[in-house]
């Protein structure tokens, strides 16, 4: 059976086509500068790659160019082949617990929840439409990253505000990332060959969040209402002191807009090191000796050794902490530096076994008191599995 995973963004369509139950990518692909000038599209099949350049009018346009090129590559007869189609949802609010099919009702309630995502939920809409309108067949599925999270108990996801904003205004903590926290806290039970664990799962990207996983349910991560909460982040400043807000605002006549933009894009990585939020610069610039990049590496580090350290507590030990995403698979130095932050818990690193980047791979001693792997994430996958479930 063919499923594919799709992430819409507001001018961008991911896919990945999983023979499933086999669980093999047949193919993937990104669109890219939808409504755009230069707009084109990638395409990875068979080890290559292949670039178009072609005019992305919307995303129905990209659905109906995906779908020849399904049909001209032989990856699918005929449109009736494509049986499933999984959407990422960004915000899910409090009205979803697991994956659903893409009713009206249902994409009402997304369409519901743009106040909370205004970038995401909207473009995810615009995405399951155009696949509508171009398979009509395929049974439409909606995954959502904070569905995961929807464990969470009350003493945990409320923010110490007046008691009525959780139920007038939705403010509370929904957290991001889930399908990846999900996916390898499900895999590091796998490799334990236990479901009652105590897990920390850090999914270290551009975008960063650590959750704590009992018994492969969560019952905390870092990200809060939105995703500029708990780690410091590419240009994301996670958490600070509340009242620093209004403070800069007035000091420097800014709209919330404004303030907004300087605390998710100016902010966190490049805002301390004046350099980039790309975590490899910042690697290249302690290299060269730049101080601020240093700082900025430090804090970064600093951090996620806090929420560890917190979780490691809540949970009443820990059996493994993972990591995973762009920094996680690939950060050789940075879980260096968080593992060796963590001896005073028994954590000991196996310098050789983290050499690595990209694979999963135990990454601490065989007298380390907590296990520590790097398990790479597959969100496509998850968004695949459980659009299969569905159609069941
Ligand atoms: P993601 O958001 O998961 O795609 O992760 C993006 C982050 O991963 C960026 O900060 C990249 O610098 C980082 N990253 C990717 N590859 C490497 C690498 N080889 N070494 C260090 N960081 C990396």
Known sequence: MKILSVNAGSSSLKFQMYEMPAE???????????????SLYTIKLNGEKIEKKVELKDHKRAFELLVEELINNKIVDSLDDIAGIGHRIVQGGSYFDK???ASEEVIEKINELSTLAPL????????????QAV?????????????????IPEENYLYALPYEWASKYQIRRYGAHGTSHKYISQKMNEILDRED???????????ASISAVLNGKCINTSMGLTPNAGLIMGTRCGDIDATIIPYMMQQLNLSPKEIDTVMNKESGLLGISGVSSDSRDIEAGIKEGNKRCLLAEKMFVRRIVDYIAKYYVELGGCDAIVFTAGIGENSISVRKDVMEA????GVKLDDEKNNIRGKVQKISTSDSAIKVYVIPTDEELMIARDTFELMK
Do not use: W, Y
């Open 197 to 207: 664990t105590k897990l920390i799962t850090c999914h270290i990207g551009n975008g």
């Open 24 to 38: 093999e990518v047949l193919i993937s692909g990104v669109f890219e500068r939808i409504g755009m000038e230069g």
């Open 99 to 101: 994956s659903v099919v």
């Open 135 to 151: 398979v009509p067949n395929a049974l439409q599925t909606v995954v959502f990253d904070t569905a995961f999270h929807q464990t």
């Open 120 to 131: 995401h939920n909207p473009a995810a809409i615009t995405g399951i439409r155009a696949a």
């Open 342 to 345: 963590l001896e005073v818990l």
